[in-house]
Protein backbone atom coordinates (compact mmCIF):
# COMPACT_ATOMS: atom_id res chain seq x y z
CA UNK A 1 0.00 0.00 0.00
CA UNK A 2 0.72 3.61 -0.60
CA UNK A 3 0.38 6.17 1.42
CA UNK A 4 -1.30 8.34 -1.33
CA UNK A 5 -4.61 9.66 -0.31
CA UNK A 6 -7.14 9.67 -3.02
CA UNK A 7 -7.75 12.55 -5.42
CA UNK A 8 -3.80 14.03 -4.86
CA UNK A 9 -1.43 13.58 -7.31
CA UNK A 10 1.99 12.54 -7.27
CA UNK A 11 2.92 12.63 -11.07
CA UNK A 12 0.77 15.45 -11.94
CA UNK A 13 -1.78 13.45 -12.93
CA UNK A 14 -5.06 12.14 -11.41
CA UNK A 15 -4.62 9.70 -8.28
CA UNK A 16 -6.02 7.12 -10.59
CA UNK A 17 -2.92 6.81 -12.46
CA UNK A 18 -0.47 6.58 -9.87
CA UNK A 19 -2.48 3.61 -8.57
CA UNK A 20 -2.32 1.90 -11.69
CA UNK A 21 1.38 2.72 -12.11
CA UNK A 22 1.60 1.33 -8.48
CA UNK A 23 -0.29 -1.61 -8.00
CA UNK A 24 -1.37 -3.03 -11.52
CA UNK A 25 0.59 -5.25 -13.75
CA UNK A 26 -0.56 -4.31 -17.18
CA UNK A 27 0.04 -7.10 -20.16
CA UNK A 28 2.58 -7.03 -22.10
CA UNK A 29 3.96 -3.63 -20.20
CA UNK A 30 7.38 -1.75 -19.98
CA UNK A 31 6.37 -0.69 -16.67
CA UNK A 32 9.85 1.28 -16.83
CA UNK A 33 7.77 3.97 -18.68
CA UNK A 34 5.42 4.83 -15.95
CA UNK A 35 8.40 5.64 -13.23
CA UNK A 36 10.16 7.87 -15.73
CA UNK A 37 7.43 10.52 -16.17
CA UNK A 38 5.00 8.38 -18.11
CA UNK A 39 0.77 8.46 -17.59
CA UNK A 40 -0.62 5.01 -17.84
CA UNK A 41 -3.30 6.24 -20.73
CA UNK A 42 -6.95 5.36 -18.63
CA UNK A 43 -10.11 4.81 -20.83
CA UNK A 44 -13.51 5.68 -19.43
CA UNK A 45 -16.07 5.30 -21.74
CA UNK A 46 -16.95 3.66 -25.34
CA UNK A 47 -19.37 4.73 -27.45
CA UNK A 48 -19.73 3.44 -31.18
CA UNK A 49 -16.05 3.52 -32.73
CA UNK A 50 -14.63 5.99 -30.33
CA UNK A 51 -13.11 5.51 -26.47
CA UNK A 52 -12.66 8.78 -23.73
CA UNK A 53 -9.80 8.62 -21.62
CA UNK A 54 -9.64 9.83 -18.17
CA UNK A 55 -9.13 13.60 -18.76
CA UNK A 56 -12.03 13.51 -21.42
CA UNK A 57 -9.79 13.22 -24.35
CA UNK A 58 -11.60 11.39 -27.48
CA UNK A 59 -10.03 8.42 -29.69
CA UNK A 60 -10.90 6.40 -32.92
CA UNK A 61 -10.74 3.10 -31.84
CA UNK A 62 -8.64 1.50 -34.50
CA UNK A 63 -8.25 -2.13 -32.92
CA UNK A 64 -11.70 -2.38 -31.38
CA UNK A 65 -10.08 -2.28 -27.84
CA UNK A 66 -7.69 -5.78 -28.94
CA UNK A 67 -9.53 -6.88 -32.39
CA UNK A 68 -12.98 -7.95 -30.21
CA UNK A 69 -15.25 -5.13 -30.02
CA UNK A 70 -17.27 -5.80 -33.72
CA UNK A 71 -20.32 -4.33 -32.97
CA UNK A 72 -18.63 -1.23 -31.29
CA UNK A 73 -18.76 0.24 -27.89
CA UNK A 74 -21.98 0.99 -25.65
CA UNK A 75 -24.31 -1.93 -26.74
CA UNK A 76 -26.52 -1.06 -23.97
CA UNK A 77 -28.34 -4.43 -25.15
CA UNK A 78 -25.52 -6.56 -24.48
CA UNK A 79 -25.20 -5.23 -20.96
CA UNK A 80 -28.96 -5.98 -20.51
CA UNK A 81 -28.27 -9.51 -21.75
CA UNK A 82 -25.44 -10.05 -19.59
CA UNK A 83 -27.59 -8.95 -16.29
CA UNK A 84 -30.98 -11.08 -17.27
CA UNK A 85 -28.80 -13.74 -17.53
CA UNK A 86 -27.35 -12.99 -14.50
CA UNK A 87 -30.50 -13.08 -12.55
CA UNK A 88 -31.35 -16.09 -13.76
CA UNK A 89 -28.44 -18.57 -13.25
CA UNK A 90 -25.14 -16.09 -12.42
CA UNK A 91 -23.03 -19.60 -13.02
CA UNK A 92 -22.82 -23.21 -13.63
CA UNK A 93 -20.54 -24.98 -15.05
CA UNK A 94 -20.58 -27.36 -18.56
CA UNK A 95 -18.58 -30.11 -16.31
CA UNK A 96 -20.81 -33.42 -16.62
CA UNK A 97 -23.74 -30.77 -16.83
CA UNK A 98 -25.12 -28.02 -19.29
CA UNK A 99 -27.43 -24.75 -19.06
CA UNK A 100 -29.38 -23.52 -21.74
CA UNK A 101 -26.94 -20.39 -22.48
CA UNK A 102 -23.68 -22.84 -23.48
CA UNK A 103 -26.57 -25.47 -25.46
CA UNK A 104 -28.28 -22.59 -27.60
CA UNK A 105 -24.63 -21.01 -28.61
CA UNK A 106 -22.98 -24.63 -29.29
CA UNK A 107 -25.78 -25.20 -31.92
CA UNK A 108 -25.82 -21.96 -33.47
CA UNK A 109 -21.78 -21.80 -33.74
CA UNK A 110 -22.14 -25.11 -35.20
CA UNK A 111 -24.46 -24.39 -37.47
CA UNK A 112 -22.22 -20.93 -38.91
CA UNK A 113 -19.15 -23.31 -38.64
CA UNK A 114 -17.65 -24.87 -42.06
CA UNK A 115 -17.82 -28.60 -42.81
CA UNK A 116 -18.71 -30.66 -40.00
CA UNK A 117 -17.53 -28.88 -37.03
CA UNK A 118 -20.22 -29.62 -34.83
CA UNK A 119 -19.19 -30.36 -31.62
CA UNK A 120 -18.32 -27.09 -29.58
CA UNK A 121 -15.71 -27.08 -26.39
CA UNK A 122 -16.13 -23.80 -24.49
CA UNK A 123 -12.58 -22.02 -23.07
CA UNK A 124 -12.20 -18.54 -21.34
CA UNK A 125 -10.08 -17.06 -24.49
CA UNK A 126 -7.98 -17.73 -27.40
CA UNK A 127 -5.67 -19.35 -25.58
CA UNK A 128 -7.17 -21.68 -23.95
CA UNK A 129 -9.00 -22.69 -26.69
CA UNK A 130 -5.33 -23.24 -29.30
CA UNK A 131 -4.15 -25.27 -25.58
CA UNK A 132 -6.94 -27.38 -25.93
CA UNK A 133 -7.07 -27.60 -29.80
CA UNK A 134 -3.45 -29.26 -29.65
CA UNK A 135 -4.35 -31.42 -26.11
CA UNK A 136 -7.67 -32.67 -28.23
CA UNK A 137 -5.48 -33.40 -31.21
CA UNK A 138 -2.98 -35.41 -29.03
CA UNK A 139 -5.42 -37.78 -27.67
CA UNK A 140 -7.62 -38.09 -30.56
CA UNK A 141 -4.61 -39.70 -32.24
CA UNK A 142 -3.67 -41.71 -29.25
CA UNK A 143 -7.38 -43.08 -29.15
CA UNK A 144 -7.24 -43.86 -32.76
CA UNK A 145 -3.95 -45.86 -32.85
CA UNK A 146 -1.70 -43.44 -33.86
CA UNK A 147 0.02 -42.88 -30.64
CA UNK A 148 3.13 -41.25 -31.41
CA UNK A 149 1.74 -38.23 -33.22
CA UNK A 150 2.06 -34.77 -30.92
CA UNK A 151 3.97 -32.22 -32.50
CA UNK A 152 2.39 -29.01 -34.24
CA UNK A 153 3.49 -26.83 -37.25
CA UNK A 154 2.81 -23.79 -37.25
CA UNK A 155 4.24 -20.03 -38.90
CA UNK A 156 7.24 -17.99 -38.32
CA UNK A 157 6.04 -14.69 -36.58
CA UNK A 158 2.46 -16.12 -35.65
CA UNK A 159 0.81 -15.33 -32.01
CA UNK A 160 -1.07 -18.37 -30.70
CA UNK A 161 -1.31 -17.22 -26.83
CA UNK A 162 0.39 -17.56 -23.96
CA UNK A 163 -0.39 -20.97 -22.26
CA UNK A 164 2.82 -23.09 -22.23
CA UNK A 165 1.63 -25.27 -25.27
CA UNK A 166 -0.21 -22.23 -26.67
CA UNK A 167 3.25 -20.20 -26.72
CA UNK A 168 5.03 -23.28 -28.43
CA UNK A 169 3.10 -22.87 -31.36
CA UNK A 170 3.60 -19.47 -31.28
CA UNK A 171 6.21 -18.18 -33.75
CA UNK A 172 7.56 -15.19 -32.32
CA UNK A 173 11.20 -16.37 -30.67
CA UNK A 174 11.18 -13.05 -28.39
CA UNK A 175 8.23 -13.90 -26.57
CA UNK A 176 9.23 -17.38 -25.43
CA UNK A 177 12.79 -17.50 -24.96
CA UNK A 178 11.92 -16.13 -21.16
CA UNK A 179 10.14 -19.08 -20.60
CA UNK A 180 11.90 -22.10 -22.02
CA UNK A 181 11.79 -24.99 -21.98
CA UNK A 182 7.94 -24.97 -23.64
CA UNK A 183 6.34 -27.59 -24.66
CA UNK A 184 8.02 -29.55 -27.29
CA UNK A 185 7.15 -30.45 -30.75
CA UNK A 186 6.61 -26.86 -32.05
CA UNK A 187 7.84 -26.92 -35.35
CA UNK A 188 7.86 -23.55 -37.79
CA UNK A 189 7.87 -22.80 -41.35
CA UNK A 190 7.15 -19.53 -43.76
CA UNK A 191 4.30 -17.48 -43.21
CA UNK A 192 2.39 -15.57 -46.21
CA UNK A 193 4.05 -12.46 -46.73
CA UNK A 194 3.97 -11.71 -49.85
CA UNK A 195 6.08 -8.77 -49.51
CA UNK A 196 9.16 -10.26 -48.53
CA UNK A 197 8.77 -13.81 -50.56
CA UNK A 198 11.83 -14.63 -51.99
CA UNK A 199 13.08 -12.89 -55.03
CA UNK A 200 12.24 -15.90 -57.46
CA UNK A 201 8.38 -15.44 -56.50
CA UNK A 202 7.92 -11.79 -55.90
CA UNK A 203 5.81 -11.28 -58.67
CA UNK A 204 3.69 -14.40 -58.82
CA UNK A 205 1.14 -14.81 -55.57
CA UNK A 206 0.06 -18.18 -56.75
CA UNK A 207 3.58 -19.71 -57.03
CA UNK A 208 4.44 -17.97 -53.83
CA UNK A 209 1.00 -20.09 -52.00
CA UNK A 210 2.26 -22.89 -53.32
CA UNK A 211 5.93 -22.83 -51.98
CA UNK A 212 5.10 -21.85 -48.95
CA UNK A 213 2.08 -24.75 -48.27
CA UNK A 214 4.88 -27.03 -49.46
CA UNK A 215 7.35 -26.34 -46.95
CA UNK A 216 4.77 -27.55 -44.69
CA UNK A 217 4.66 -30.84 -46.67
CA UNK A 218 8.77 -30.62 -46.02
CA UNK A 219 8.61 -30.14 -42.47
CA UNK A 220 6.41 -33.27 -41.91
CA UNK A 221 8.54 -35.30 -43.98
CA UNK A 222 11.70 -33.96 -42.30
CA UNK A 223 10.09 -34.24 -38.85
CA UNK A 224 8.46 -37.80 -39.63
CA UNK A 225 4.36 -37.83 -40.71
CA UNK A 226 4.32 -40.33 -37.51
CA UNK A 227 5.13 -37.80 -34.97
CA UNK A 228 3.54 -34.83 -36.63
CA UNK A 229 -0.27 -34.19 -35.34
CA UNK A 230 -1.69 -30.86 -36.67
CA UNK A 231 -1.02 -27.81 -37.94
CA UNK A 232 -2.12 -24.46 -36.64
CA UNK A 233 -2.60 -21.72 -38.70
CA UNK A 234 -4.87 -18.24 -39.08
CA UNK A 235 -6.44 -17.77 -42.21
CA UNK A 236 -5.23 -14.46 -42.39
CA UNK A 237 -2.20 -14.23 -39.99
CA UNK A 238 -1.94 -11.24 -37.81
CA UNK A 239 1.22 -11.08 -36.45
CA UNK A 240 3.98 -9.44 -38.89
CA UNK A 241 1.09 -7.72 -40.56
CA UNK A 242 -1.73 -9.08 -41.75
CA UNK A 243 -0.90 -11.60 -44.27
CA UNK A 244 -4.06 -12.65 -46.09
CA UNK A 245 -3.44 -16.57 -47.76
CA UNK A 246 -2.03 -16.76 -51.51
CA UNK A 247 -4.63 -17.52 -53.65
CA UNK A 248 -4.53 -21.85 -53.42
CA UNK A 249 -2.55 -21.79 -49.91
CA UNK A 250 -4.88 -22.70 -48.01
CA UNK A 251 -6.48 -25.50 -50.39
CA UNK A 252 -3.18 -26.84 -50.67
CA UNK A 253 -2.77 -26.86 -47.04
CA UNK A 254 -5.83 -28.84 -46.74
CA UNK A 255 -4.44 -31.52 -49.43
CA UNK A 256 -1.38 -31.78 -47.46
CA UNK A 257 -2.95 -32.34 -44.41
CA UNK A 258 -5.17 -34.49 -45.27
CA UNK A 259 -2.00 -36.98 -47.21
CA UNK A 260 -0.42 -37.18 -43.92
CA UNK A 261 -3.12 -37.55 -41.98
CA UNK A 262 -2.42 -34.37 -39.87
CA UNK A 263 -5.09 -32.06 -38.54
CA UNK A 264 -5.68 -28.55 -39.97
CA UNK A 265 -6.43 -26.13 -37.01
CA UNK A 266 -7.87 -22.59 -37.86
CA UNK A 267 -6.68 -20.27 -35.35
CA UNK A 268 -9.60 -17.40 -35.90
CA UNK A 269 -9.04 -15.85 -32.77
CA UNK A 270 -8.78 -12.87 -34.46
CA UNK A 271 -10.36 -13.56 -37.84
CA UNK A 272 -13.54 -14.90 -36.64
CA UNK A 273 -16.82 -13.23 -36.35
CA UNK A 274 -16.86 -10.77 -39.28
CA UNK A 275 -13.25 -9.33 -38.96
CA UNK A 276 -12.90 -11.11 -42.49
CA UNK A 277 -16.99 -10.69 -43.64
CA UNK A 278 -17.78 -14.06 -42.49
CA UNK A 279 -18.99 -15.75 -39.18
CA UNK A 280 -15.73 -17.83 -39.79
CA UNK A 281 -13.26 -16.54 -42.14
CA UNK A 282 -12.74 -20.43 -43.51
CA UNK A 283 -16.16 -20.19 -44.46
CA UNK A 284 -15.41 -17.62 -46.89
CA UNK A 285 -11.88 -18.93 -48.17
CA UNK A 286 -13.74 -21.97 -48.94
CA UNK A 287 -11.78 -24.66 -47.31
CA UNK A 288 -12.84 -26.85 -44.53
CA UNK A 289 -10.67 -27.41 -41.71
CA UNK A 290 -10.31 -30.33 -38.23
CA UNK A 291 -10.90 -27.44 -36.03
CA UNK A 292 -11.82 -23.98 -35.73
CA UNK A 293 -10.39 -22.11 -32.66
CA UNK A 294 -11.96 -18.80 -31.93
CA UNK A 295 -12.72 -16.18 -28.88
CA UNK A 296 -12.79 -12.33 -29.28
CA UNK A 297 -15.44 -11.13 -31.65
CA UNK A 298 -17.68 -14.15 -30.43
CA UNK A 299 -19.36 -11.24 -27.33
CA UNK A 300 -17.53 -8.42 -28.88
CA UNK A 301 -15.63 -8.35 -25.81
CA UNK A 302 -18.45 -7.96 -23.80
CA UNK A 303 -17.60 -10.76 -21.74
CA UNK A 304 -14.55 -13.21 -22.09
CA UNK A 305 -15.09 -16.50 -23.76
CA UNK A 306 -13.01 -18.84 -26.12
CA UNK A 307 -14.05 -22.03 -28.55
CA UNK A 308 -12.69 -24.78 -29.62
CA UNK A 309 -15.13 -26.21 -32.45
CA UNK A 310 -14.05 -29.49 -33.52
CA UNK A 311 -15.32 -31.73 -36.54
CA UNK A 312 -17.66 -34.55 -35.63
CA UNK A 313 -15.17 -37.06 -37.02
CA UNK A 314 -13.19 -35.90 -33.90
CA UNK A 315 -15.11 -36.11 -31.40
CA UNK A 316 -16.40 -39.74 -32.22
CA UNK A 317 -14.12 -41.80 -30.75
CA UNK A 318 -15.23 -39.93 -27.56
CA UNK A 319 -18.45 -41.07 -27.81
CA UNK A 320 -17.75 -44.46 -26.52
CA UNK A 321 -16.99 -46.80 -23.31
CA UNK A 322 -15.05 -45.18 -20.30
CA UNK A 323 -13.12 -42.57 -22.75
CA UNK A 324 -13.36 -38.46 -21.97
CA UNK A 325 -11.47 -35.61 -22.71
CA UNK A 326 -10.13 -34.58 -19.28
CA UNK A 327 -9.80 -30.96 -19.80
CA UNK A 328 -12.03 -28.13 -18.97
CA UNK A 329 -12.01 -24.61 -17.63
CA UNK A 330 -14.19 -23.03 -14.32
CA UNK A 331 -14.91 -20.17 -16.45
CA UNK A 332 -15.62 -22.04 -19.74
CA UNK A 333 -18.84 -21.18 -21.25
CA UNK A 334 -20.11 -19.04 -18.61
CA UNK A 335 -23.35 -18.66 -18.72
CA UNK A 336 -23.55 -14.64 -18.58
CA UNK A 337 -20.60 -15.17 -21.07
CA UNK A 338 -22.73 -16.86 -23.46
CA UNK A 339 -25.55 -15.19 -23.16
CA UNK A 340 -23.91 -12.25 -24.39
CA UNK A 341 -22.48 -13.86 -27.17
CA UNK A 342 -26.17 -14.88 -28.18
CA UNK A 343 -26.82 -11.42 -27.94
CA UNK A 344 -24.09 -10.05 -30.29
CA UNK A 345 -24.43 -12.56 -32.66
CA UNK A 346 -28.28 -11.60 -32.95
CA UNK A 347 -26.65 -7.69 -33.62
CA UNK A 348 -24.59 -9.43 -36.09
CA UNK A 349 -27.65 -10.90 -37.93
CA UNK A 350 -30.06 -7.60 -37.72
CA UNK A 351 -27.51 -5.51 -38.41
CA UNK A 352 -25.44 -7.37 -41.15
CA UNK A 353 -22.68 -6.74 -39.90
CA UNK A 354 -20.82 -9.10 -42.32
CA UNK A 355 -22.37 -7.75 -45.16
CA UNK A 356 -21.11 -3.85 -44.01
CA UNK A 357 -17.64 -5.71 -43.75
CA UNK A 358 -18.01 -7.01 -47.10
CA UNK A 359 -19.29 -4.09 -48.95
CA UNK A 360 -17.02 -1.59 -47.46
CA UNK A 361 -13.43 -3.05 -47.31
CA UNK A 362 -12.19 -2.90 -50.64
CA UNK A 363 -13.18 1.36 -50.01
CA UNK A 364 -11.28 0.40 -46.38
CA UNK A 365 -8.76 -0.65 -48.41
CA UNK A 366 -8.33 1.85 -51.36
CA UNK A 367 -8.30 4.76 -48.63
CA UNK A 368 -5.16 3.23 -47.00
CA UNK A 369 -3.63 2.65 -50.14
CA UNK A 370 -3.95 5.84 -50.54
CA UNK A 371 -0.89 6.64 -47.89
CA UNK A 372 1.22 4.23 -50.56
CA UNK A 373 2.68 7.95 -51.67
CA UNK A 374 4.73 8.92 -48.41
CA UNK A 375 8.23 7.41 -48.19
CA UNK A 376 8.00 5.09 -45.07
CA UNK A 377 5.43 3.33 -46.49
CA UNK A 378 6.30 -0.06 -47.96
CA UNK A 379 3.04 -2.36 -48.48
CA UNK A 380 -0.71 -2.03 -47.41
CA UNK A 381 -2.26 -5.52 -46.90
CA UNK A 382 -5.05 -7.42 -45.50
CA UNK A 383 -9.00 -7.84 -45.97
CA UNK A 384 -11.87 -7.52 -44.57
CA UNK A 385 -11.27 -4.75 -41.81
CA UNK A 386 -8.32 -6.06 -41.21
CA UNK A 387 -5.19 -4.09 -42.29
CA UNK A 388 -1.37 -3.99 -42.03
CA UNK A 389 1.09 -1.04 -43.23
CA UNK A 390 4.37 -2.11 -43.52
CA UNK A 391 6.84 0.86 -42.87
CA UNK A 392 10.32 0.54 -44.34
CA UNK A 393 13.02 2.61 -44.30
CA UNK A 394 13.66 1.94 -49.17
CA UNK A 395 10.68 1.72 -50.42
CA UNK A 396 12.68 0.80 -53.63
CA UNK A 397 14.75 -1.63 -51.66
CA UNK A 398 12.31 -2.15 -49.20
CA UNK A 399 14.88 -2.26 -46.42
CA UNK A 400 13.86 -2.35 -43.14
CA UNK A 401 14.55 -0.63 -40.00
CA UNK A 402 17.48 -2.03 -38.00
CA UNK A 403 16.27 -2.39 -33.70
CA UNK A 404 17.61 0.65 -32.66
CA UNK A 405 15.71 2.68 -35.58
CA UNK A 406 12.69 0.48 -34.92
CA UNK A 407 12.65 0.79 -31.36
CA UNK A 408 12.75 4.82 -31.38
CA UNK A 409 10.21 4.69 -34.41
CA UNK A 410 7.67 2.71 -33.08
CA UNK A 411 8.33 3.26 -28.90
CA UNK A 412 9.91 6.41 -28.98
CA UNK A 413 7.67 8.21 -31.24
CA UNK A 414 4.85 6.28 -33.41
CA UNK A 415 2.22 4.50 -30.44
CA UNK A 416 2.48 7.85 -28.56
CA UNK A 417 2.27 10.17 -31.42
CA UNK A 418 -0.97 8.21 -33.03
CA UNK A 419 -2.56 7.91 -29.48
CA UNK A 420 -1.96 12.09 -28.91
CA UNK A 421 -3.69 12.87 -32.40
CA UNK A 422 -6.66 10.73 -31.33
CA UNK A 423 -5.92 6.77 -33.09
CA UNK A 424 -5.43 4.02 -30.67
CA UNK A 425 -3.57 1.37 -32.97
CA UNK A 426 -0.92 -0.87 -32.78
CA UNK A 427 2.41 0.08 -33.94
CA UNK A 428 4.11 -3.14 -33.54
CA UNK A 429 7.70 -5.19 -34.60
CA UNK A 430 6.78 -8.69 -33.68
CA UNK A 431 7.92 -8.94 -37.33
CA UNK A 432 9.05 -5.73 -39.35
CA UNK A 433 7.26 -2.44 -38.10
CA UNK A 434 3.83 -2.40 -39.20
CA UNK A 435 0.86 -0.02 -37.59
CA UNK A 436 -1.97 -2.32 -37.73
CA UNK A 437 -6.04 -1.38 -38.06
CA UNK A 438 -9.17 -3.27 -36.79
CA UNK A 439 -11.60 -1.11 -36.43
CA UNK A 440 -15.00 -2.07 -34.97
CA UNK A 441 -17.33 -3.92 -38.06
CA UNK A 442 -20.08 -0.89 -38.17
CA UNK A 443 -17.07 1.73 -39.65
CA UNK A 444 -17.79 3.56 -42.77
CA UNK A 445 -15.88 5.87 -45.28
CA UNK A 446 -16.27 8.62 -42.48
CA UNK A 447 -13.98 6.31 -40.41
CA UNK A 448 -11.39 5.32 -42.92
CA UNK A 449 -11.48 9.26 -43.58
CA UNK A 450 -10.15 9.77 -40.52
CA UNK A 451 -7.78 6.85 -40.07
CA UNK A 452 -6.06 7.92 -43.10
CA UNK A 453 -6.09 11.37 -42.19
CA UNK A 454 -4.27 10.44 -39.17
CA UNK A 455 -2.00 7.71 -40.20
CA UNK A 456 -0.98 10.52 -43.03
CA UNK A 457 -0.02 13.27 -40.76
CA UNK A 458 1.69 11.16 -37.96
CA UNK A 459 3.97 9.42 -40.46
CA UNK A 460 4.67 11.94 -42.29
CA UNK A 461 6.31 13.45 -39.29
CA UNK A 462 7.50 10.08 -38.46
CA UNK A 463 9.87 10.45 -41.74
CA UNK A 464 11.35 13.69 -40.65
CA UNK A 465 12.36 12.03 -37.02
CA UNK A 466 14.56 9.31 -38.59
C1 LIG B 1 -4.47 -15.83 -33.34
C2 LIG B 1 -4.53 -15.75 -31.85
N1 LIG B 1 -4.54 -16.88 -31.13
C3 LIG B 1 -4.60 -16.87 -29.79
C4 LIG B 1 -4.67 -15.68 -29.10
C5 LIG B 1 -4.73 -15.68 -27.60
O1 LIG B 1 -6.00 -15.29 -27.17
P1 LIG B 1 -6.23 -14.88 -25.64
O2 LIG B 1 -5.48 -13.62 -25.40
O3 LIG B 1 -7.74 -14.72 -25.57
O4 LIG B 1 -5.77 -16.03 -24.81
C6 LIG B 1 -4.68 -14.47 -29.80
C7 LIG B 1 -4.74 -13.19 -29.09
O5 LIG B 1 -4.64 -12.13 -29.65
C8 LIG B 1 -4.59 -14.51 -31.21
O6 LIG B 1 -4.56 -13.38 -31.93
Same mark, same amino acid.
Not at 181 to 185: A, K, N, S
Not at 330 to 334: D, E, I, N
Given at each position: MTSTPQNVTESGYDALADKARDHLWMH?? $? +??VYYEGGHVPIIVKGDGCYIWDDQGRKYFDGLSGLFTVQVGHGRKELGAAAAKQMEELAYFPIWSYAHRPAIELAERLAHYA !?? %?? /?RVFFTSGGGEAVETAWKLAKQYFKLTGKPTKHKVISRNVAYHGTPQGALSITGIPVAKIPFE !??? !??GVKVPNTNFYRAPDNLRDDEKAFGRWAADRIAEAIEFEGPDSVAAVFLEP?? /???GCFPPPPGYLERVREICDEYDVLMVAD????? @?? &??? %?? @?AMKRFGVDPDIITCAKGMTSGYAGLGAMIASERLFEPF???????LHGY???? +?PMAAAVAMANLDIFEREDINGNVRRNEGAFLATLN?? &??? /????DVRGMGYFYGIELVK???? $?ETFNDDEAERLLRGFLSKALFDAGLYCRADDRGDPVVQLAPP????QKEFDEIEGILRSVLTEAWTIL
Open positions: FT $R +HS !PG %DL /N !PLV !PGVQ /NSGETICA @FG &RIG %DM @FKHGTTSFTWGG +HKL &RDL /NIVGDKVT $RLIAG
